[in-house]
């Protein structure tokens, strides 16, 4: 019994030494411009997810979705957000191949997380990724405002889709009720 537990736990040193060996002398690609391997999104979302939970606070949007107030966040959203997620004429962002990992093409694949999440995410940033903290550069109020625009975009009033269809040409009707298939999605 006693050999047993020993190999577990030189098991376990051999495996964080040979971690730290591969980090240390730069095995590890660190090139933005390719494809995650499929469980290195895995931890990585999941681990997103589990901070998210643990320290996000579960604060209500102060804001109320009125009209007005959602063509601000759609205009704020336009531009401080669009550069990375996605434009508002249904184009994908010229920089989702160039980060890693790629921001979530938000107005293609719309978010599935409570208005909290979206929200800490917007306000807090996401670390090593190319995600800005936000609160250095908006409101308050600027930040619930995407909050708001961004948890409401597959049901947005006619006022706010009238606003969208003027503005970028393209209806945000058409693309309701298709298939929701987000980039990233929220686990409980």
């Known amino acids: 019994m006693r050999n047993f537990i020993l190999g577990i736990i030189v098991t376990i040193v051999v495996?964080?030494?040979?971690?730290?060996?591969?980090?240390?002398?730069?095995?590890?690609?660190?090139?933005?411009?390719v494809t995650p391997p499929e469980f290195e999104q895995h931890i990585a979302m999941s681990a997103l997810d589990a901070s998210m939970e643990?320290?996000?606070?579960?604060?209500?949007?102060?804001?109320?979705?009125?009209?007005?107030?959602?063509?601000?966040?759609?205009?704020?959203?336009?531009?401080?957000?669009?550069?990375?997620?996605?434009?508002?004429?249904?184009?994908?962002?010229?920089?989702?191949?160039?980060?890693?990992?790629?921001?979530?093409?938000?107005?293609l694949h719309p978010l599935d997380d409570p208005e909290w999440h979206i929200y800490y995410a917007v306000r807090t940033g996401v670390r090593y990724t190319g995600?800005?903290?936000?609160?250095?550069?908006?409101?308050?109020?600027?930040?619930?405002?995407?909050?708001?625009?961004?948890?409401?975009?597959?049901?947005?009033?006619?006022?706010?889709?009238?606003?969208?269809e003027k503005s970028f040409g393209v209806s945000p009707k058409t693309h309701q009720g298709g298939e929701h298939n987000g980039t990233h999605e929220h686990h409980e």
């Open 131 to 164: 995600m800005a903290a936000w609160s250095k550069a908006l409101s308050e109020q600027d930040m619930w405002k995407i909050t708001a625009f961004l948890s409401h975009l597959e049901k947005l009033p006619p006022a706010v889709q009238d606003n969208w």
């Open 15 to 33: 495996a964080i030494v040979v971690g730290l060996v591969v980090a240390y002398f730069g095995l590890m690609p660190t090139n933005a411009d």
């Open 54 to 107: 643990r320290h996000a606070p579960r604060a209500a949007n102060p804001i109320p979705a009125t009209d007005d107030n959602l063509i601000a966040g759609m205009k704020l959203y336009t531009m401080n957000c669009a550069v990375c997620h996605g434009t508002l004429d249904y184009n994908p962002s010229l920089l989702e191949h160039s980060m890693y990992p790629p921001p979530p093409q938000i107005i």
